[in-house]
């Protein structure tokens, strides 16, 4: 009997008190092991938006560790943006990138000595070939323009306003990768991205978090 009350209270404080605990912003209550996977069967703006408009512009997720979503731009510029070297770091279990890179690499996914020099070469690549170049800036300018012009053309009706934007993105994308225009709705680029959505659906899927 004490053994089961003992683990009903450290359940009630785990589920209603971890995050005040840690130091962590408030944020939905995590279930143990799967923390707030579980919510995610929704659209997942959907989700954010409603514990955003609950726990205010920055809370805390469990995916199932700790991650805080900042939920505004405002905060994000000031924070982020402008201090952007206190956010360069990554935290990532080891075991998961054992599985993925095997071991400690990458230009996203780390932050010892060795990835920050090869993310300043990335960076210093990319712009070099052209990146950052005018060029690019009329490529997204145009694919911007085709979007906006697409949607004064509906004629009053409905739009998928996330349909047109992933196409444009994607031709941005394709142009620079393989400097070839493809035809704004050329059904590559949607075959893509669905291919992309698939990936990263199973990648944070509940059985990858605990590989």
Not at 143 to 148: D, F, I, P, Q, T
Request: no cysteine; charged share 20%; net charge neutral.
């Amino acid at each position: 009997m004490f053994l089961v009350a003992l683990i009903l209270i450290a359940a009630i404080t785990y589920y209603f008190f971890i995050n005040r605990i840690l130091g962590l912003p408030p944020g939905p209550p995590p279930l143990p092991l799967v923390g707030n996977m579980l919510s995610f069967r929704r659209e997942l703006d959907d989700v954010l938006l409603d514990w955003k408009a609950r726990y205010g512009r920055i809370f805390t997720v469990w995916l199932p560790f700790p991650m805080v979503v900042i939920g505004d731009h405002k905060i994000l510029q000031e924070h982020v943006v402008k201090n952007g070297n206190n956010f360069i770091d990554r935290k990532n279990p080891e075991q998961m990138m054992d599985l993925w890179f095997g071991g400690l690499y990458g230009l996203a996914f780390e932050d010892n000595s060795m990835v920050k020099e090869q993310r300043k070469f990335a960076l210093k690549t990319f712009h070099e070939i052209g990146f950052s170049s005018a060029s690019v800036e009329d490529t997204v300018h145009n694919y911007a323009v085709e979007v906006a012009n697409r949607w004064k053309g509906s004629g009053g009706n409905l739009v998928d306003v996330a349909v047109n934007v992933e196409k444009a993105v994607g031709n941005v994308i394709w142009n620079l990768t393989f400097g070839i225009d493809l035809d704004f709705d050329n059904e590559l680029l949607p075959k893509y991205r669905k291919i992309q959505r698939d990936i990263v659906r199973l990648m944070a899927g509940p059985l990858m978090m605990f590989i």
